[in-house]
């Protein structure tokens, strides 16, 4: 799954991860959401496969009214244990009338199958695959292939909401001192490589990035390889690590 953790951050991760899980086992669209006690459910990401994403309106309706009414999770609730995870799968015809008439029967959804990880403060984290009602449902081959990546498909969700977090941080610094501090932990780098990073660091693309210094493409990723040479690292995510580090310096 390396394109899945070069994607870590992006805004693009959603369809990434869908596109991955399709070379195991069909979904036609995903949603990921935390669920705890003491506030409402904050879905962090959402791609569908096919047309449009349903997940938002589904969504809107769940966290409304819903939530604290699903009890298809509680399961999952029972087996997680701090650090570990489990899986769940519920039919349209288990959930409530009034759950099932506002999302299942609304956007013709069969079936869901999660990946449940620990959302902290007695809650949970929920990677949600869906199949529309014109599949046949999720059955146990289904259950075991993506129970082979369910770790790895957790791990990356939630470093990918880390990442997004550290995004949000970092821009609250401002380009000129995150940039600055960066220099001054790595002086080897150069102007054009701080400004690389600096881009990656705020969420930008190559594409953004691109435009911003006025470079190809190409040569913003030349950049990007000798910056993360300099810095003795592989992935962006780690990157993150780094400059998070420097907020209190």
């Known amino acids: 799954m390396e394109r899945l953790i070069c994607a870590l951050g992006q805004a ?7 596109h991955e899980l399709n070379e195991v086992v069909y979904v036609d669209f995903l949603s990921v959401y935390q669920l ?3 506030s409402l459910p904050r879905m962090f990401l959402s791609s569908s496969l096919h047309g449009v994403d349903v997940s938002a309106d589904c969504f809107k309706s769940y966290q409304a009214k819903l939530h604290a009414r699903d009890h298809t999770f509680d399961s999952a609730m029972q087996l997680l244990t701090p650090g570990g995870l489990a899986m769940t799968y519920a039919h349209q015809k288990q959930f409530a009338p009034a759950h ?4 299942y029967s609304r956007h013709g959804i069969l079936d869901r199958l999660s990946i449940v990880c620990d959302g902290g403060q007695d809650g949970l984290l929920a990677a949600n695959l869906y199949r529309f009602e014109r599949c046949p449902t ?11 990546f ?5 791990a990356c969700v939630t470093k990918h909401i880390a990442i997004c977090n550290q995004q949000s ?6 380009h000129t001192a995150l940039a600055a501090r960066l220099g001054r932990v790595h002086p080897g780098l150069t102007r054009r490589e701080l400004d690389v990073c600096e881009g990656l660091l ?8 691109a435009v911003d210094l006025g470079l190809s493409v190409a040569t ?10 300099k810095l003795g690292i592989n992935f962006k995510s780690q990157l993150f690590a780094i400059a998070s580090g420097l907020l209190d310096s």
């Open 169 to 174: 941080q970092l821009q609250g610094v401002g």
């Open 202 to 209: 705020i969420g930008r693309t190559y594409d953004g990035i």
């Open 150 to 154: 369910a770790a790895t498909v957790a």
């Open 36 to 38: 705890d006690k003491k």
């Open 138 to 148: 999720f059955g146990s081959k289904d259950v075991d292939a993506i129970g082979q």
């Open 100 to 103: 099932r008439d506002a999302i």
């Open 220 to 229: 913003v990723k030349t950049y990007r390889a000798r910056a993360f040479d």
């Open 12 to 18: 693009d991760f959603g369809k990434s991860l869908l």
